[in-house]
């Protein structure tokens, strides 16, 4: 088995060592043709408005739509989970472009800046369920994205509590909605939708190869039966126009 990877910047490497360890190979995916030879793809965490601007220069976007709506695997983490959604707000000015395919509305920088980054136990126990082990796992989230509205076909796997200073976010109104403020004191980070798994922190910075493992066990339950995702073709992008576009930082593991 081959687990593709979108290798356009971010901690692929990171993923492609965790699937290594694991005894999978990943393979670096950076141009449209290179998906037709995967039967699943991991689109890693790293700056969004970065991956997007290449994903576009490579006119990667098409295929990726594609891949989506044909019902094979995918994992977003972080950036990529952003890059799933179907709504996204909290972008810089003139917003970017999204695949799609994930019913939910994800906050860019919902937990803050670069500085904001931090660790935390999750309760998880689908995963513990599924794959074993203890029902929580270690969340590192960096300049991390939250889900704030899913719709009702997505599975929350994962969720966590905001904090008190955690400022009050409006959703933009849409589809004939009126703006409404999301004052929940939790907010999602790890969902699933049939073909579509997404996180909004790292799990290939850690030791724990659960996550991994459950991306997997879809691949193989994807080939027995093949069900694609509904892929809503319209989605909306919003920017505050008050994030900067920062240097990646090189991703440590985490124990």
Same mark, same amino acid.
């Given at each position: 088995?081959?687990?593709?990877?979108?290798?356009?910047?971010?901690?692929?490497?990171?993923?492609?060592?965790?699937?290594?360890?694991?005894?999978?190979?990943?393979?670096?995916?950076?141009?449209?043709?290179?998906?037709?030879?995967?039967?699943?793809?991991?689109?890693?965490?790293g700056e969004s408005t970065t991956?997007?601007?290449?994903?576009?220069?490579?006119?990667l976007f098409p295929a990726l739509?594609?891949?989506?709506?044909?019902?094979? +695997?995918?994992?977003?983490?972080?950036?990529?989970?952003?890059?799933?959604?179907?709504?996204?707000?909290?972008?810089?000015?003139?917003?970017?472009?999204?695949?799609?395919?994930?019913?939910?509305?994800?906050?860019?920088?919902?937990?803050?800046?670069?500085?904001?980054?931090?660790?935390?136990?999750?309760?998880?126990?689908?995963?513990a369920e599924k794959e074993g082990?203890? @029902?929580?796992?270690?969340?590192?989230?960096?300049?991390?994205?939250?889900?704030?509205?899913?719709?009702?076909?997505?599975?929350?796997? @994962?969720?966590? +509590?905001?904090?008190?200073?955690?400022?009050?976010?409006?959703?933009?109104?849409?589809?004939?909605?009126?703006?409404?403020?999301?004052?929940?004191?939790?907010?999602?980070?790890?969902?699933?939708?049939?073909?579509?798994?997404?996180?909004?922190?790292?799990?290939?910075?850690?030791?724990?190869?659960?996550?991994?493992?459950?991306?997997?066990?879809?691949?193989?339950?994807?080939?027995?039966? @093949?069900?694609?995702?509904?892929?809503?073709?319209?989605?909306?992008?919003?920017?505050?126009?008050?994030?900067?576009?920062?240097?990646?930082?090189?991703?440590?593991?985490?124990?």
């Open positions: 088995m081959a687990v593709g990877v979108l290798a356009l910047q971010g901690s692929y490497n990171e993923h492609i060592a965790a699937l290594r360890r694991i005894g999978v190979k990943g393979v670096e995916i950076r141009k449209p043709e290179q998906l037709t030879g995967v039967d699943s793809l991991i689109i890693p965490g991956m997007a601007k290449l994903a576009e220069l490579h006119n739509r594609e891949f989506v709506g044909s019902g094979k +695997p995918v994992w977003g983490t972080c950036a990529g989970l952003i890059f799933l959604a179907n709504k996204a707000i909290g972008q810089k000015t003139g917003g970017q472009d999204l695949v799609g395919g994930l019913d939910c509305t994800v906050h860019r920088n919902f937990f803050g800046s670069q500085l904001q980054s931090f660790e935390m136990e999750l309760s998880v126990p689908k995963l082990g203890t @029902a929580t796992c270690r969340g590192v989230f960096i300049r991390a994205p939250a889900i704030l509205e899913v719709g009702p076909n997505v599975e929350v796997i @994962a969720d966590c +509590p905001v904090s008190s200073d955690q400022l009050k976010v409006a959703i933009p109104a849409s589809d004939g909605q009126e703006e409404k403020e999301f004052t929940n004191n939790r907010v999602i980070v790890a969902v699933k939708q049939g073909n579509l798994l997404a996180t909004a922190f790292h799990p290939e910075l850690t030791s724990d190869s659960r996550w991994h493992r459950y991306f997997l066990a879809m691949v193989d339950e994807s080939k027995e039966e @093949a069900a694609p995702s509904e892929v809503m073709v319209k989605y909306d992008l919003y920017g505050d126009g008050n994030d900067r576009v920062k240097k990646p930082y090189d991703l440590p593991i985490f124990e």
